[in-house]
């Protein structure tokens, strides 16, 4: 199974739950253009019919977003623009005074499997903290509480991360659907 992507810590977190469930991956480093569109679901749709022109074998990409409630669920499909304009500094300059701290992380898997494609969605419900914490994960996750948790998603093992994490909940449903297919 290909994994299309031009992050890095995205191909690590998603190898690590294939190599424990022996399933081999490989990472297509490409860099691809995304339709605007403020849905997350169509973003990750559109990349994979239009990639499926390109990829020969059966491949997957997907696109994640955070949703900050108090804020009509921005940055969403903007998420990786505001990353690289806002950072999470920006982020928590924007919440600053600000009592509800909601938020979301979701992750949408587009797989092209046998000339069709299938959707696999996953989410995390959290809360922006009140300053960065932790030295792991990758972007949003240094100002990221998952529910239940008093720890950022930086704080959290890789294992920890993948357990609950939006990207660990779609990733699940994408390994049993690609089982029952028997997909190895
Ligand atoms: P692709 O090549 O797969 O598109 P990308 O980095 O452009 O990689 P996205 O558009 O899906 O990925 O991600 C939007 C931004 O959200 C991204 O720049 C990250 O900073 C952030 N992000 C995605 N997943 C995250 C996670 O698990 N934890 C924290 N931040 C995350």
């Known amino acids: 199974m290909i994994f299309v992507t031009h992050n890095r810590h995205k191909y690590e977190e998603i190898s690590k739950m294939f190599s424990q469930n022996g399933i081999a991956l490989r990472w297509l480093n490409l860099e691809y253009e995304e339709i605007?569109?403020?849905s997350i679901e169509k973003v990750s749709l559109e990349s994979c019919r239009r990639l499926s022109g390109d990829v020969t074998e059966d491949f997957f990409l997907e696109d994640s977003g955070l949703l900050?409630?108090?804020y009509g669920n921005f940055p969403g499909p903007f998420s990786s623009y505001v990353y690289t304009?806002?950072?999470?500094?920006g982020i928590l300059k924007l919440m600053e005074g600000i009592d509800s701290r909601g938020a979301e992380f979701i992750t949408v898997?587009?797989?092209f499997f046998e000339g069709k494609i299938?959707?696999?969605?996953g989410t995390v419900r959290g809360k922006i903290s009140l300053e960065k914490r932790g030295e792991g994960g990758f972007g949003y996750d240094p100002i990221f509480i998952p529910e239940?948790?008093?720890?950022?998603l930086s704080e959290l093992t890789a294992d920890e991360k993948n357990?609950?994490?939006h990207r660990g909940r779609a990733v699940s449903k994408l390994i049993e659907f690609l089982k029952k297919h028997n997909v190895f």
Do not use: A, R, Y
């Open 36 to 38: 605007q569109s403020e």
């Open 68 to 70: 900050i409630k108090h």
């Open 85 to 89: 304009t806002l950072g999470t500094d």
């Open 109 to 111: 898997i587009s797989l």
């Open 118 to 121: 299938f959707q696999f969605t």
């Open 148 to 152: 239940g948790f008093t720890k950022t």
């Open 163 to 165: 357990t609950i994490s």
